[in-house]
């Protein structure tokens, strides 16, 4: 009878208590693959998991992590086969199943796609779900434009300190955008600029930049994943026919905009989903990070064992996370 190890999240009067423990693999649910976890990675929604905070995670105790790579270890599907790395992200991994903060997960086929040659299992998770959404992001813009590439463009990267926002960042400028980065970590300039951003604007300064209804043509693209008034102003700023690609609510699931960006302009709205979305889609952006869009993320990412990962989500639910936080359970 096999065991391994997991943070568990219990659910308390007091509040959530993570601790990590050992679990019998039987415990695990039903599913086509059994792999054994390599690397998971830490985001927002893990956190929000892992913390009882209502409308991820139904069910506790709970073990989070939306993101995981491993190997396979026994497979029921023909499309995979033991030993293959593996990457699971999105889909209920970590929301209602048991997630990559623990050595084992076991879930459905459907759900896996093979690790590609070029990218290593610790790269996988320094990009992990927010990665796979700035990705996207980038993708969807470039799809947008009609695949004229971004050489000359100027965008905005929104939250540029976080998960999405970081990579986002670093994806555009290596395709040569002249990128803007917005945030509210005044002391992470030098961080930024280190990750290619031509300009860095604090948040509460945004406004004196933008202006309602409608103000100066800025920016060619935009990358937010902030959602509330941030958008209002992005929106406000664009070119004629730019667009911005949003992912994230950090600043509030609702935002104002008047019709001229739309009408007057031609701008666009793209909405980017990455947990339920085809497995043949991620598959193209992690097949492209493997290969013209392969980023040098060592300077990003911090490496943690699953017993320094309660003092990271705590970090990470008070907004001070920078970069990304990879959990290594080998």
Same mark, same amino acid.
């Given at each position: 009878?096999?065991?391994?190890?997991?943070?568990?999240?219990?659910?308390?009067?007091?509040?959530?208590?993570?601790?990590? =423990?050992?679990?019998?693999? &039987?415990?695990?649910?039903?599913?086509?693959?059994?792999?054994?976890?390599?690397?998971?990675?830490?985001?927002?929604?893990?956190? +929000?998991?892992?913390?009882? +905070?209502?409308?991820?995670?139904?069910?506790?105790?709970?073990? #989070?992590?939306?993101?995981?790579?491993? *190997?396979? &270890?026994?497979?029921?599907?023909?499309?995979?086969?033991?030993? %293959?790395?593996?990457?699971?992200? !999105?889909?209920?991994?970590?929301?209602?199943?048991?997630?990559?903060?623990?050595?084992?997960?076991?879930? #459905?086929?459907?759900?896996?796609?093979?690790?590609?040659?070029?990218?290593?299992?610790? *790269?996988?998770?320094?990009?992990?779900?927010?990665?796979?959404?700035?990705?996207?992001?980038?993708?969807? $813009?470039? /799809?947008?434009?009609?695949?004229?590439?971004?050489?000359?463009?100027?965008?905005?990267?929104?939250?540029?300190?976080?998960?999405?926002?970081?990579?986002?960042? +670093?994806?555009?400028?290596?395709?040569?955008?002249?990128?803007?980065?917005?945030?509210?970590?005044?002391?992470? /300039?030098?961080?930024?600029?280190?990750?290619?951003?031509?300009?860095?604007?604090?948040?509460?300064? @945004?406004? *004196? =930049?933008?202006?309602?209804?409608?103000?100066?043509?800025?920016? &060619?693209? !935009?990358?937010?994943?902030?959602?509330?008034?941030?958008?209002?102003?992005?929106?406000?700023?664009? /070119?004629?026919?730019?667009?911005?690609?949003?992912?994230?609510?950090? !600043?509030? #699931?609702?935002?104002?905009?008047?019709?001229? #960006?739309?009408?007057?302009?031609?701008?666009?709205?793209?909405?980017? %989903?990455?947990?339920?979305?085809?497995?043949?889609?991620?598959?193209?952006?992690? %097949?492209?990070?493997?290969?013209?869009?392969? $980023?040098? @993320?060592?300077?990003?990412?911090?490496?943690?064992?699953? %017993? !320094?990962?309660?003092?990271?989500?705590?970090?990470?639910?008070?907004?001070?996370? =920078?970069?990304?936080?990879?959990?290594?359970?080998?």
């Amino acid at each position: 009878m096999t065991t391994y190890q997991a943070l568990e999240s219990v659910k308390t009067e007091e509040g959530n208590i993570l601790s990590v =423990v050992e679990k019998n693999i &039987d415990e695990l649910p039903d599913g086509d693959l059994l792999i054994k976890v390599s690397y998971s990675s830490l985001n927002y929604k893990d956190a +929000m998991s892992a913390s009882g +905070m209502p409308g991820v995670t139904r069910n506790y105790p709970h073990t #989070p992590g939306i993101d995981a790579v491993g *190997e396979v &270890d026994t497979s029921s599907n023909n499309n995979f086969k033991e030993g %293959d790395k593996v990457i699971v992200t !999105g889909y209920d991994l970590g929301m209602n199943t048991a997630g990559g903060f623990g050595q084992y997960i076991r879930v #459905p086929a459907e759900w896996a796609t093979l690790l590609p040659n070029g990218l290593s299992e610790n *790269e996988s998770m320094s990009l992990g779900t927010a990665g796979l959404t700035a990705g996207l992001s980038v993708h969807a $813009l470039e /799809t947008y434009r009609g695949n004229q590439g971004f050489e000359g463009t100027k965008s905005i990267v929104t939250g540029a300190t976080g998960g999405v926002g970081s990579i986002a960042l +670093m994806l555009l400028s290596k395709l040569n955008s002249e990128v803007t980065a917005v945030t509210g970590k005044k002391e992470q /300039t030098e961080f930024l600029t280190g990750l290619g951003a031509s300009e860095i604007i604090l948040r509460e300064d @945004l406004q *004196e =930049v933008a202006r309602k209804p409608i103000g100066k043509s800025i920016w &060619d693209l !935009g990358v937010d994943v902030v959602s509330g008034d941030v958008l209002t102003m992005l929106l406000t700023s664009l /070119t004629p026919g730019g667009a911005v690609a949003c992912s994230g609510l950090v !600043g509030g #699931p609702s935002f104002e905009s008047s019709i001229f #960006p739309f009408i007057l302009r031609g701008n666009a709205l793209l909405g980017i %989903d990455s947990v339920e979305i085809p497995l043949d889609q991620k598959s193209q952006i992690w %097949d492209r990070f493997s290969s013209d869009w392969k $980023l040098d @993320l060592a300077g990003l990412t911090k490496e943690v064992s699953l %017993d !320094g990962l309660e003092k990271e989500v705590q970090t990470i639910l008070q907004g001070g996370q =920078v970069g990304r936080i990879v959990v290594n359970l080998t």
